[in-house]
């Protein structure tokens, strides 16, 4: 699995969600309507990276 989404009590209020990409690096929060933006535009590319190299 690439990437884990945490989504905690004060991000849930705020439609939050704090990415955990597989190298470790953490991005910090976004809009949840955002990552699945990214998430599509990925699946529509077949490609993975949301995010660019570290």
Not at 28 to 49: K, Q
């Amino acid at each position: 699995m690439p990437y884990q989404a945490v989504i905690g009590a004060r991000g849930a209020g705020g439609g939050l969600v704090a990415l955990r990409l597989r190298d470790g690096r953490r991005p910090g929060e976004l809009p949840g309507a955002e990552l699945l933006r990214r998430i599509g535009e990925r699946v529509r590319a077949r490609g993975t990276a949301l995010w660019g190299p570290a």
